[in-house]
């Protein structure tokens, strides 16, 4: 069942415990502790290669660490399942979509997958969230980055999850939809979800974040709550 369903298993939090993950002799991320709790968002920063999509994916339960625990509540990632993920969403760089449907059938299919209550009215609602209604029924294939981006984000919270996992989510976005994304967010956070997110974008994150996690090589250089001024912040920690 999912969020909605309510037989899942619900955590009102996260905890990154002295998590590393290794892929063969390179160290992806190396004994990594945060933790983060429900109305708060977590932003992930660093430069490429500082781990932090390979910290999402461990988020997600897709890898398991290397060493070290996460855990949802009380719930080892190691024991995830079924019920743990229906409440997990992701965004990453590979958006999920099928490029041969309309915005409409995605949307449809993964609500029908999640089991979501009343699919074509939870549908209808992500499209007008997506700004979208008027394109509902043509292909993604024939969409811009941007518009698919869209549809990828409320494909990410169809199901309502209490776990939202952000990679870039302000790639190909114009200035509207950016700003339409951050209330989005920060509606999300009102709801009660945890939000982590890995972004580049110091500008349109900035204030944004509940907590940042400045990360160099895989390591936390620093740990932040409420951080203001990101730019100058990242610049003082981790260069230009």
């Excluded at 939000?195 to 580049?200: C, G, I, L, Q, S």
Aim: net charge neutral.
């Amino acid at each position: 069942m999912t969020a909605d369903g309510a037989t899942g298993v619900l955590f009102d939090r996260i905890s990154v415990e002295d998590v590393s993950r290794h892929f063969g002799r390179r160290r992806a991320v190396s004994r990594v502790t945060f933790d983060a709790s429900r109305g708060h968002i977590v932003g992930l920063l660093g430069p490429n290669g500082a781990g932090k999509s390979t910290l999402l994916s461990m988020l997600a339960t897709l890898l398991r660490p290397t060493s070290g625990i996460i855990r949802y509540g009380t719930l080892n990632a190691s024991d995830a399942d079924a019920s743990l993920r229906a409440h997990i969403g992701v965004l990453g760089h590979d958006l999920f979509l099928y490029p041969e449907l309309t915005a409409r059938e995605n949307l449809q299919f993964f609500a029908d997958l999640h089991g979501v209550p009343d699919p074509a009215a939870r549908v209808a609602a992500a499209l007008a969230q997506a700004v979208l209604e008027a394109r509902a029924d043509e292909p993604v294939s024939v969409f811009s980055r941007g518009m698919r981006q869209r549809v990828a984000l409320e494909r990410a919270l169809i199901h309502a999850p209490r776990l939202v996992l952000l990679d870039e989510p302000f790639t190909g976005l114009d200035e509207a939809s950016a700003s339409a994304l951050l209330a989005r967010l920060r509606a999300l956070r009102q709801s009660g979800c945890i939000v982590v997110a890995a972004t580049h974008d110091l500008d349109l994150a900035d204030g944004l974040f509940d907590r940042a996690i400045f990360l160099r090589d895989g390591r936390i250089v620093d740990d932040v709550s409420s951080p203001r001024g990101l730019r100058a912040a990242y610049a003082e920690r981790l260069g230009r």
